[in-house]
């Protein structure tokens, strides 16, 4: 009885392998072209790169009246064009997908990485976004399991699939109750009671009523930047592996920070949110450069006119913005 026990487990364990590596041979160029179209150019690399940039929706955002269309990376190698430089960017990403899509190099590559840096990927609201599902569904097929084994658990959706409403409540519970930290007396503990309290006539008009604009914008601003980064944030995790994935393999790996608009922080929430930011910054550069890695700081590259988004929190620049940005990384870029 054991032997035949013994026997089908060697049997299915041979046919498992069999159907793997014809799955690898056949469909999964295929499937990953479709799921992770990132991933394949990351392993259809041309020959000789230099650089490859990845990024999100700041690289390849521009307004329609910029006297230059060119994206940040298309920017770096204008003032760099002896480096062959390769982008490849997608919405709303950030590096717990990118460290998949350099899983997917093969040993075609590249001398440097430039991997953008967004300060808002650690904060929770896009952490728990209803973005996540389509992102990490787009990297199922390329965990460290057997390929014919992820198209399965791809097939039967064995990823991350909460609902928007279930992410919300996470995000809300996260604002309600974890403590923000300052090394001196701060009168609110969590980022709710500070939005609640700048939501409460945090801004008056000259005759007395509230401002609903700045009011709505400020809450943008404690949302989206009052936060603490140490080592218990899950991007903390995502940035270590890339720096060590450049360690191994021997390529350059830059970390392009990017510019936020800290004055108008500054102007609508005040001096206690640009300490986060700036503190944050701090941790960010500390702790990479300790790890190898180049952090292009480019935190307060930007100034408050050349942001395209005047009622919200994101990285998109007019060309001077972009411009400024785009030099700071060639300035910094050592290849050779």
Known sequence: MAKKIAYKILLLIVTLTAVNFLYQFTLYK??????????????????G????????????????????????SELVNHFAPHLKLVTIDTPAVHAGIYKYWLSAMN??????????????????????????????????LLKPTPKIMNRFLLSVKNFEDKSVAERDTILQKEWRTKQLKFPYPFKYKTVREWDNATANGGWLKADGSWDFDKIRLAAHYIKGYAFNIDEE?????????????????????????????VAQAD???????????????????????????????????VGINDFLDKDWTTEHYN???RIAIAKKIVSKLNIK
């Open 49 to 72: 790169v230099d650089v490859v940039y990845f990024g999100e929706s700041s690289n390849f955002t521009v307004d329609g009246d910029d006297s230059t269309q060119l994206y940040i």
């Open 233 to 261: 944030n899950p991007r903390i995790k995502d940035f270590d592996d890339i720096a060590q994935w450049g360690r191994e393999n021997k390529v350059k790996v830059y970390f392009n920070l990017l510019a936020e608009n």
């Open 107 to 140: 040993g075609n590559l590249p001398k440097a990485i430039l991997v953008t840096m967004n300060m808002r990927s650690f904060d929770g609201a896009w952490i728990h976004s209803k973005l996540e599902t389509p992102l990490i569904r787009s990297v199922r």
């Open 30 to 47: 295929t499937d990953v072209k479709k799921n992770a179209p990132c991933a394949y150019q990351c392993k259809h690399l041309p020959s």
């Open 319 to 321: 060309y001077k913005g």
């Open 267 to 301: 102007s609508l929430v005040g001096k206690d949110l640009v300490f986060l930011m700036k503190n944050n910054r701090d941790y960010l550069v500390d702790r990479y450069t300790k790890m190898d890695a180049i952090v292009i700081d480019n935190l307060e590259s």
